[in-house]
């Protein structure tokens, strides 16, 4: 492979990278999906708190794990207890998942310029664009269809590695009977969420496809 042709594959796949993290983005923080997730898993009755609370607490989480605040500090009740929704564990919990998030954002970025900037300096090349991207998208498949056949398959067991991967302590290990984050969001929601990202993706990646293809097409016209 020629080194033009090589720097391009690692710049598609880095535009690739940042189509995916930004469709996790949009899909982790789309406000409404979470209202329409709690109404399908009876999550109301679950928690036996009234919609404006659930609202409420939801606001608090992804505000937070965006960086927009520095606590999760929110007094709601809940089975007729009425003190902090979020306890010390899921507090600590949640601030892994923001580090996380946040990580990945700025590995997002960085990866959105080099691929930028890898395209810049071949922008003359563009005979090679659809064939770098192709070679870009063969690996990725490779990657992602691995994990949608592990989450198909054994979700359960997927969900459970992905913690094991990222996450340092076992803080993510929660008890429905003390701690009211797993009543929000039980393995269900998180398999929808994985669902919605792919079709995000796809939706990105084609979309990005069809722009390289025309970007070739026009240097051959």
Not at 13 to 37: C, G, K, M, S, W
Not at 47 to 67: P, Q, S
Not at 127 to 156: C, N, P, Q, R, T
């Amino acid at each position: 492979m020629k080194k033009e042709s090589s720097l391009l594959v690692i710049g598609n796949i880095l535009i690739l990278i940042t189509i995916i993290i930004t469709a996790l983005q949009i899909v982790a923080f789309d406000r409404q999906y979470y209202y329409q997730e709690y109404e399908k898993y009876n999550i109301i009755e679950e928690t036996n708190m009234n919609i404006e609370d659930l609202k409420n607490v939801t606001m608090v989480l992804l505000d937070y794990t965006e960086g927009k605040r520095n606590d999760l500090e929110c007094w709601v009740s809940v089975n007729g207890n009425f003190g902090q929704f979020y306890n010390e564990k899921e507090s600590i919990h949640m601030e892994d998942v923001r580090n996380l998030y946040l990580n990945a954002l700025f590995f997002r970025n960085c990866a959105l310029i080099i691929g930028l900037i890898i395209y810049g300096f071949n922008i003359k090349k563009r005979e090679i664009f659809h064939s770098s991207l192709k070679k870009a998208l063969e690996f990725l498949v490779l990657i992602i269809g691995f994990i949608v056949i592990y989450a198909i398959v054994d979700f359960s067991s997927f969900w459970l590695n992905f913690h094991y991967l990222f996450f340092t302590n076992e803080l993510w290990l929660l008890n429905p009977a003390t701690d009211n984050l797993i009543l929000l969001f039980p393995e269900e929601f998180f398999a929808d969420l994985l669902l919605r990202i792919l079709l995000f993706c796809g939706v990105g990646i084609t979309i990005y496809s069809f722009i390289i293809y025309l970007l070739g097409r026009k240097n051959e016209s």
